[in-house]
């Protein structure tokens, strides 16, 4: 069935959206967001962008993940004339925008490699007579001749480059086909761009402004707050007990578990299954059948969790995904960042959750060693990895620490992480710290975190006999101490910057400048007392998606939640583009008695009013309760 045709047996209502189209051309942006999407007011700089794009200015606009990017570019897309192509590298996503473009009434298409021929020719046909309004490319169709030929034949109304980040070569998703797209464009000088990313680290920006020739554009920079999520992070004692504990309140709801390895994957989905969960694994070396299956039934069903490598979620567009749970510390801040993003898209609660320890950093810090990558690159990346921990060890509000990191300022308290909840205690540990400090600089700062700690427990391992490190002052001072007490001290001193493994050093454990003021007694060192289990408390507040609706009406929820469901399989697509979550549950605070009444609901635009108002209104009434139906 082709895109055009999939809405043709919707019911009676539904015509051919080809047929029926109505021009938005020269409206007000505010009443296509109306009519078109059903949101009754611009979210933070849409409306700014979306204005200055339609006056034909390029812009570039820098907005974390679930922000609302799409519409900067849609609604001018929709209110300039002629063909807006929007780049985008990933197949999944092209997919799920034109399925949600086209539920929302709006000719779309896309053109990649998985195009068949018949579809590719009606759309490059509509194209040249300007008869569709939105067409999703790879970026690698800019290579091509016969496309760029195509662009120059047809009304081009704006040129919308998103995940514009992938042209950065420091990123981890660089994509070499983004540098063709800033060439390309820049041979229709009247043709205004807009470029969108979710990454905010100034070196991509100053990357993305060279590289897709964008000199002289208004930069529209959103704070990356993500207010609805709460995160709380864990040091790994038993995993497996640990994530059970975090998922527990969440059956249900759609999640994603990341892993490091691939085994771990497997390893976790399968115990996830055997707990229950609807779980399926999703990582780069299953078999592409397979891999498909698994990341449809995510994207299209409700209730199912995701355990994954970080290839999986990049152009995952699920707006109700209710938590990400790291199992391993993730590479660096940005990444986890961006990671953690794909949790609560539709501005609902969600929860980001991470348990990390020792044996995944040292793993971490292997993997960059041993990379093809050069010194200055490896230097760099150990550099975040570092940053990575500070976060985790942090006794600060969490999200201060990552959004001073990019560069914003925030009070801290923000009364929903770990942290703000259930403050950490801290313990002097300046006696602790120097221990370790003056076990590296006695061992001539060459070796790693294992044989420091040994040294200072006085372990009489193979490698602390060979070396005669029996005969330190510092060998064994730490012995009425367990070795976790020590792994966590080690793992502070290396967070709080007092010591590092510079590149070259092969993981050898240096006192830093600061490290040497803590040996010198001129600074103290606070170490975090462990918290020990995990508190599930800390979030389950924030757990319970229609926890707002009074009991009463969750059977009503449920039931929109049966026919959002039935009408999802009914047209192929998933149940979030008939309507998201937030529309049901304002749909049960208002209970629309007809098509106008229904028409006011949160994310009924023209298109889903007419076609599934009547469905929606059968079972909103059959729950009215002591009043006749209409
Ligand atoms: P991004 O691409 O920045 O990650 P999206 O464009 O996918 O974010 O938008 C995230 C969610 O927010 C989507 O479900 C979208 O429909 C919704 N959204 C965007 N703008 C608005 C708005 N002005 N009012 C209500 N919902 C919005
Ligand atoms: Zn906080």
Request: hydrophobic share 40%; with cysteine.
């Amino acid at each position: 069935m082709g895109p055009l045709s999939r809405f043709s047996d919707a019911g009676a209502t539904a015509g051919n959206p080809a047929s029926r189209h109505e021009s938005f051309v020269g409206r007000d942006p505010a009443e296509i967001l109306s009519a078109v999407f059903g949101y009754k007011a611009f979210r933070g700089d849409q409306a700014g962008i979306v204005a200055h794009v339609i006056g034909g200015g390029d812009a570039l606009v820098l907005m974390p993940t679930g922000g609302g990017k799409s519409l900067c570019y849609q609604i001018p897309a929709l209110a300039r004339p002629g063909v807006t192509i929007v780049v985008s590298p990933l197949l999944s996503l092209m997919r799920n925008q034109v399925d949600e473009l086209e539920a929302a009434g709006v000719r779309a298409g896309a053109l990649n490699s998985q195009t068949d021929y018949a579809e590719a020719s009606r759309i490059t046909a509509a194209v040249r007579t300007g008869r569709i309004d939105l067409v999703y490319v790879a970026p690698e169709r800019f290579e091509v001749e016969s496309f760029q030929r195509l662009l120059g034949q047809a009304p081009i109304a704006l040129f919308a480059i998103d995940e514009a980040h992938c042209v950065s070569q420091w990123g981890h998703d660089f994509r070499p086909s983004y540098l063709e797209v800033g060439r390309v464009c820049a041979k229709f000088p009247s043709v205004p761009r807009i470029a969108l990313t979710g990454t905010a680290d100034p070196v991509t920006e100053r990357d993305m402004i060279e590289r897709l020739n964008l000199s002289g554009v208004r930069v529209f920079r959103t704070s990356f707050d993500r207010p609805n999520i709460a995160y709380s992070v864990v040091e790994k004692t038993d995993l497996r007990r640990q994530l059970l504990g975090f998922l527990a309140p969440r059956r249900g709801q759609n999640g994603i578990v990341y892993c490091l390895s691939r085994s771990k994957v497997e390893k976790i989905a399968e115990f996830l299954r055997a707990q229950g969960y609807d779980a399926v694994p999703y990582h780069a070396g299953l078999d592409s059948q397979i891999r498909r299956e698994n990341q449809d039934h995510f994207i299209r069903g409700d209730g199912v969790i995701a355990v994954a490598t970080v290839a999986f979620g990049m152009g995952i567009n699920k707006p109700d995904v209710r938590f990400v749970a790291h199992t391993d510390i993730p590479a660096n801040l940005e990444a986890y960042y961006q990671e953690t993003g794909r949790a609560g898209r539709d501005g609902l609660p969600a929860a980001a959750w991470m348990a990390y320890g020792s044996q995944d950093i040292l793993e971490r810090r292997r993997q960059i060693d041993e990379s093809q990558a050069d010194a200055a690159f490896k230097r760099i990346r150990h550099h975040r990895l570092q940053t990575m921990i500070g976060y985790a060890e942090t006794a600060q509000c969490r999200r201060a620490v990552v959004l001073r990191f990019f560069g914003e300022s925030h009070p801290g308290f923000c009364g929903q992480c770990d942290r703000c909840l259930h403050p950490a205690e801290k313990i002097d540990g300046t006696r602790e710290a120097q221990m370790l400090l003056s076990a590296s600089v006695r061992t001539c700062e060459r070796y790693g975190g294992g044989h420091l700690i040994d040294v200072v427990m006085g372990e009489r391992t193979k490698k602390i006999l060979e070396t005669r490190h029996t005969e330190l002052p510092t060998f064994g001072v730490g012995a009425d101490r367990p070795r976790e007490f020590w792994q966590r001290a080690l793992r502070q001193c290396i967070a709080l910057g007092l010591l590092w493994s510079p590149p070259g050093s092969h993981g050898g454990l240096v006192v830093t400048t600061e490290g040497r003021r803590v040996l010198r007694g001129e600074r103290k060192v606070e170490l975090i007392k462990p918290s020990g289990v995990t508190r599930p408390a800390a979030v389950s507040k924030m757990a319970d998606l229609a926890g707002d609706l009074p009991e009463g009406q969750k059977p009503l929820f449920e039931a929109l939640r049966v026919l959002r469901a039935a009408i999802a399989r009914e047209q192929s697509v998933p149940a979030y583009i008939i309507f998201p979550d937030r529309t049901l549950i304002d749909m049960v605070a208002r209970m629309p008695r007809n098509l106008t009444e229904f028409g006011a609901v949160i994310g009924v635009g023209e298109a889903k009013r007419v076609r599934y108002g009547v469905r929606f209104l059968e079972v909103l009434n059959q729950h009215r309760v002591g009043e006749a139906p209409d």
